[in-house]
């Protein structure tokens, strides 16, 4: 008996320790994480899941056409975040799990390796300096997270346009201001070349959540983008990337798109897009998207049209959709849903 209630003194004893030294909080943005009285360290833990079928109808000629039944897993992610010794020295390591991609550049690390760097903040306003691999500067739409976008399918502008891999992510080195003040901007050197990017936001616009939750008054933002390819030897400026990107939010309508331009190769691409939806009753939201690209060998647009219910935020929400590719040489129609969870 009494080595039980020892026991159980101790064990009491230990869990009083912990809770002086960490407390653990689950914020209103689905955040889960743990972290010291004194704030020097603190990890957290998050995820995404976005399961989704869709169904294709593809016109191939005139007396042929196919359907097809899709289902996929979009995104499987899982996300370390946080701070160690100090506040200002933050990290990031994000896995992948939804593609088996092959990294053809093993400097980059594995393709399940979406993220892994560290962050300093030097100057808590205007001057952050992260290490690693990142998402490399570019347009809004290129750089906004997955899970807080307006369509769970992410535009089809963004593959041709990417300076890098699907993910838009390289290893280097990365000078910023945290992407949330009036005047934002980022500029990078990374293992494929030179990236940059400026942005200006005026109304305490949330320039990288696409949904207007919010509400309020006219918010607005601009920006722009470059791309300068280059393995620092051989081969320089081979490709070009630029982009300029806007954003509008007013009274839960936002809207946000970008031009883009391309040239590889001795040949020019170019490429609009722009989302748009209106929220309702802070829950439902219709939303339009349409995009148009030109280039050699394709010159077509696509129409997306949908339906997002929002049960907690971005955190769960369902969307219903549906499209049409109207490309060089086929049209394609396209119909599905999915459902996002994430942490």
């Given at each position: 008996m009494q080595r039980k209630i020892a026991f159980l003194i101790c064990a009491m004893t230990?869990?009083?320790s912990f809770n002086h030294a960490f407390a653990v909080s689950i914020e209103d943005s689905g955040k889960f994480e743990i972290k010291s009285a004194s704030g020097d360290y603190k990890i957290g833990i998050g995820g995404l899941f976005t399961p989704m079928v869709q169904l294709n109808h593809e016109k191939?000629?005139?007396?042929?056409?196919r359907w097809d039944l899709n289902w996929m897993l979009k995104r499987a992610r899982l996300r370390l975040y946080g701070n160690a010794y100090d506040p200002a020295l933050t990290y990031l390591l994000q896995l992948q799990f939804e593609n088996d991609l092959i990294n053809e550049n093993s400097n980059r690390g594995s393709a399940k390796l979406?993220?892994?760097?560290?962050s300093w903040a030097i100057n808590q306003t205007w001057f952050h300096l992260a290490v690693g691999k990142f998402a490399v500067p570019g347009s809004r739409q290129q750089v906004i997270s997955s899970a807080k976008s307006q369509f769970l399918q992410s535009s089809s502008l963004l593959k041709v346009f990417d300076a890098v891999d699907p993910y838009g992510r390289d290893v280097g080195l990365l000078a910023h201001n945290a992407w949330d003040h009036q005047l934002e901007y980022a500029l990078a050197v990374v293992s494929n070349g030179l990236a940059a990017r400026v942005g200006y936001n005026h109304g305490h616009l949330d320039g990288y959540d696409a949904v207007d939750f919010a509400g309020g008054d006219l918010r607005c933002g601009v920006g722009a983008s470059g791309f300068f390819r280059s393995d620092y030897m051989k081969e320089i400026g081979k490709t070009i990337l630029g982009s300029a990107d806007y954003m509008v939010k007013y009274k839960h309508f936002s809207s946000n798109g970008a031009f883009y331009f391309k040239r590889e190769n001795e040949q020019n691409w170019l490429g609009v897009g722009a989302d748009a939806g209106y929220l309702i009753n802070g829950k439902w939201e219709p939303m339009l998207r349409y995009n148009w690209l030109n280039q050699a060998q394709v010159h077509g647009h696509e129409?997306?049209?949908?339906?997002s219910h929002y049960w907690y935020g971005h955190n769960v929400k369902s969307q219903l959709y549906f499209g049409m590719d109207f490309s060089k040489g086929y049209n394609k129609g396209f119909g599905g849903l999915g459902i996002q969870l994430a942490l």
């Open positions: 230990a869990m009083i191939i000629s005139a007396n042929d056409s979406m993220d892994a760097s560290v129409v997306m049209a949908g339906l």
